[in-house]
């Protein structure tokens, strides 16, 4: 039976009989759902291995590096042989009797203490201008949406003074368009830096031995994955009557919204951790768009969640490229959260 909707509140739940309310579980996102431990799975454990095998070389470097400073006692005798370790501060009293070494347990409390000192604390300045940015910007991109499309544009104009489409909708090709050049500038109500200038443009990191070349992103990025967003968002738009601003529409801006605080996160400030966290919350707000959308019209939902397949294969890569990248400074995989560390990372509005 089909749904009913309330053009005058088009961001309330859709109704329809009881008897039909009851939904399965769409079949893509579960495929999306498998395809994301078969692409990620194999990649994520080999980078987590080669961190693990790093950390041993650096322990064993750290081991090695120890420098022996000989220690005498008050009457010119040898006492034994105090070792200092470069990294860490470890200090042990090797004995010089026969009866074998005696380590000091300042070795294990100062090494305690240099780990806990050695993770930066969390930036929440950062944390707070992310989560203001992202309520921001959906909350402008609402307005726009329910406001100059929704009540200028189409009741307005189009349907009222022009008499335009007075028996008819915007067809669906013009929604095309216009959600495609959409996706591409959804940015325009970030108010977080978007752009490379106003941040570090160098690219130094180590990239994964499976990652695609640059032309399979030119193709995926713009083609398949904006082309996909465009024609769902337009078929969704048809169905509810011309209605903009909608449950599932308004779903897919959200996801938008991360996508552009992931691109300041990754592209601008260069924070691979969050980043990877980003990218797990893209896929996220994602599938429930697609399954907003599927609870519309099950075939467009279904499409949508096609897209999920890149988006996974995007999210092993970003995690495979945080894991084999570590701090320069720590010799660490940066921490998944924003960490406060004077002088490299700095989270700003675009006005500061």
Request: with cysteine; proline share 5%; hydrophobic share 40%.
């Amino acid at each position: 039976m089909p749904y009913t909707v309330d053009l005058q509140r088009p961001c309330f739940r859709l109704s329809q009989p009881r008897q039909t309310r009851r939904h399965r579980c769409p079949p893509l996102p579960v495929f999306a759902i498998i395809a994301i431990v078969l692409l990620s799975a194999s990649h994520i454990s080999d980078a987590f291995q080669i961190t693990l095998s790093n950390r041993g070389l650096n322990n064993r470097h750290i081991l090695s590096n120890i420098s022996q400073q000989r220690v005498w006692g008050s009457d010119g005798g040898s006492v034994g042989d105090r070792s200092t370790g470069k990294n860490g501060g470890l200090t042990f009293l090797r004995s010089a009797g026969v009866g074998g070494e005696s380590i000091n347990d300042d070795v294990t409390n100062n090494n305690n203490s240099n780990d806990n000192s050695s993770k930066p604390p969390v930036d929440f300045r950062a944390i707070f201008k992310y989560a203001t940015g992202l309520t921001v910007q959906t909350f402008m991109i609402y307005t726009f949406l329910a406001i100059f499309m929704d009540k200028l544009l189409v009741s307005t104009i189009l349907k009222g003074k022009l008499g335009l489409l007075q028996s008819t909708i915007i067809p669906t090709w013009a929604n095309f368009v216009f959600f495609y050049m959409f996706n591409a500038k959804t940015s325009f109500f970030s108010i977080l830096p978007i752009n490379k200038q106003s941040g570090d443009t160098s690219n130094n990191n180590k990239q994964p031995s499976w990652t695609p070349p640059g032309y399979v992103f030119a193709i995926m990025w713009p083609l398949f994955v904006f082309g996909t967003r465009a024609y769902t968002a337009s078929r969704i738009v048809g169905i509810l009557g011309g209605v903009y601003a909608n449950r599932a529409v308004m779903a897919l801006m959200l996801h938008l919204s991360v996508a552009n605080l992931w691109n300041t996160v990754n592209n601008i400030e260069r924070r691979l951790g969050p980043s990877v966290i980003l990218l797990y919350l893209m896929w996220l707000t994602k599938a429930y768009a697609a399954y907003q959308f599927w609870r519309i019209d099950k075939m467009t939902g279904q499409l949508l969640a096609l897209t999920l397949t890149w988006l996974t294969a995007a999210a092993a890569l970003e995690t495979n490229t945080w894991l084999i990248n570590p701090d320069p400074d720590t010799g660490r995989v940066e921490p998944l959260y924003p960490a406060k560390v004077k002088g490299k990372w700095k989270t700003v509005f675009r006005w500061e």
